[in-house]
């Protein structure tokens, strides 16, 4: 089983950075994708970035392309989401996510991830 945790959320101005963490702990995610999404207020859960088990290969969506880098550090078993020159539109609870099968690709849907974490909220004021 695979634990995930994030930490860095917190409530910032528009135009500032944050950078979120994802430690996994259980076992190793370092041959499963893993993914960055997000869930605004009375919005659905929606994809914001995708790594595969390497590294080598990132997705995101067209609103936080140039603005948000995913990475990740297979070493320490963490991911992270660099978030910069914040909007207020991206003020959301972000969760990350594994998927369950080793070296499955990074994908957009939400339910082909098995594993998530609790959840970190970012706040960002006009």
């Known amino acids: 089983q695979v634990h995930l945790v994030e930490s860095g959320g917190g409530l910032v101005q528009a135009g500032d950075s944050l950078r979120l963490s994802c430690t996994a702990s259980?076992?190793?995610?370092?041959?499963?994708?893993m993914g960055w999404f997000r869930q605004a207020p009375g919005k659905e859960r929606e994809f914001v970035a995708g790594?595969?088990?390497?590294?080598?290969?990132?997705y995101y969506t067209n609103s936080v392309k140039g603005r948000f880098t995913i990475s990740r550090d297979n070493a320490k078993n963490t991911m992270y989401l660099q978030m910069n020159s914040l909007e207020p539109e991206d003020t959301a609870d972000y969760y990350c996510?594994?998927?369950?099968?080793?070296?499955?690709?990074?994908?957009?849907?939400?339910?082909?991830?098995?594993?998530w974490g609790q959840g970190t909220q970012v706040a960002v004021s006009s």
């Open positions: 996510a594994a998927r369950g099968r080793q070296y499955a690709p990074a994908v957009v849907l939400s339910r082909e991830y098995a594993y």
């Open positions: 259980g076992r190793t995610i370092s041959r499963h994708a």
């Open positions: 790594i595969s088990w390497s590294g080598s290969d990132t």
